[in-house]
């Protein structure tokens, strides 16, 4: 398994993989390497096969060990297992939670209700959620995020049994991808801006 998923990249200096490939081995680009995480996009329609406990521990672990602000780690996550509060999300937050009409699991990000950290735990959500999506796409699951507006907060909140200290502004809906889940959403090389009018080298472009 481990010799399969280093087939194709090559390993300078950190142990692994030096035992098993020789320095003429195929080197692809870092755009080879990196493709996985290109293929990070959000699935919004599921199977019925659920979830396993295994996955759902492992995407937790990773959500868990992103890094925060001074590693103040204010999240908590909730493991959502439950067909009925799953689709009670989804009624809950149309049309952000759609995703939750087809999903067989879902991790809610907790956060402290902390107006001096807004945008510091803001950003730390964020990057937990960005990781449960890269976790999620690595194991073939398909995941999207479901933003909690405000006013659909106190109806979650209740569901999950939150303290009043406490809120939810990210689900992540997790499942296996149907293939319409999987079809494109957009027109081929439109999904994304062009890289030239994205990434610019040294300075700001002049006009
Ligand atoms: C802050 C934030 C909030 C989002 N809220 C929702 C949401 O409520 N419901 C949803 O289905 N997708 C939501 N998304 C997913 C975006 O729609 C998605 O990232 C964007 O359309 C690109 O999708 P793609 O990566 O599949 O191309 C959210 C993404 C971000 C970063």
């Known amino acids: 398994m481990v010799v399969a998923f ?20 195929t080197v692809t680009s870092p755009s ?16 019925d096969e659920p979830v396993s ?10 959500a868990r060990w992103s890094g925060s602000s001074r590693n103040s780690q204010p999240w908590r996550f909730i493991v959502i297992r ?42 730390d959500e964020g990057r937990a959620a960005e990781r449960i999506l890269i976790a999620a796409s ?7 995020i479901s933003w909690i507006r405000s006013d659909v907060r106190a ?17 992540v809906a997790l499942g296996h ?3 319409a889940g999987q079809q494109p959403k957009a027109a081929p090389g439109t999904a994304r801006l062009p890289r030239e009018e994205v990434v610019f080298e040294e300075l700001w472009p002049a006009r």
């Open 53 to 62: 406990v295994a996955e759902l521990d492992a995407i937790a672990d990773v």
């Open 138 to 144: 690595l194991l073939g699951l398909g995941a999207a």
């Open 82 to 123: 439950e067909e009925r509060t799953l689709r009670a999300i989804g009624d809950a937050g149309m049309p952000q939670t759609r995703s939750f009409h087809t999903a067989t699991a879902g991790i809610a990000i907790v956060m402290p209700s902390d107006p001096a950290h807004g945008v510091g735990d803001a950003y």
């Open 32 to 47: 080879d390497r990196l493709r996985p995480l290109m293929r990070v996009r959000q699935v919004r329609d599921h199977t």
């Open 155 to 171: 109806a979650i909140a209740e569901l999950l049994a939150l303290p009043s200290d406490q809120y939810v502004r990210t689900v």
């Open 177 to 179: 991808p149907t293939a």
């Open 6 to 25: 280093l087939q194709g990249r090559q390993c300078y200096g950190t142990g692994v993989g030096e035992d098993t490939m020789t320095p003429n081995e």
